[in-house]
């Protein structure tokens, strides 16, 4: 019993000492973005500013028609840029146009 619950201690206190799987996906900005164009062919899309917590940072979303693949980056103000989301077979959405002619 006592070696059960050792081993059991043992095993959540290593999983609460491991770091954030967030943290594998930061790196300084210029080399998320020479990584994206490079191997993904991902070219910036489209982007924003924001404010989470009174903290300004930059959302941008990079694309390849190319490749068809899409990650989402959050830019921190330090020049950190952290990989919120990627994924494959991106498409862009054509506003709809109001179809011209007489109504009926």
């Not at 609460?16 to 943290?23: C, D, G, I, L």
């Not at 899309?45 to 924001?50: D, R, V, Y």
């Not at 028609?65 to 919120?84: P, Q």
Request: hydrophobic share 45%; with cysteine; charged share 20%.
């Amino acid at each position: 019993m006592f070696k059960r619950l050792f081993g059991i201690a043992l095993a959540f206190g290593m999983a609460a000492t491991a770091p954030p799987a967030s943290a594998a996906s930061c790196a300084a900005r210029d080399s998320v973005v020479s990584k994206l164009q490079d191997k993904y062919s991902e070219q910036l899309t489209f982007g924003g500013l924001q404010s989470i917590r009174g903290a300004k940072s930059v959302m941008e979303v990079w694309s390849s028609k190319e490749t068809g693949t899409y990650t989402i980056l959050l830019t921190h103000a330090n020049g950190i840029s952290c990989i919120v989301a990627a994924g494959t077979d991106f498409f862009e959405a054509a506003p709809k146009e109001e179809a011209k002619g007489t109504a009926s």
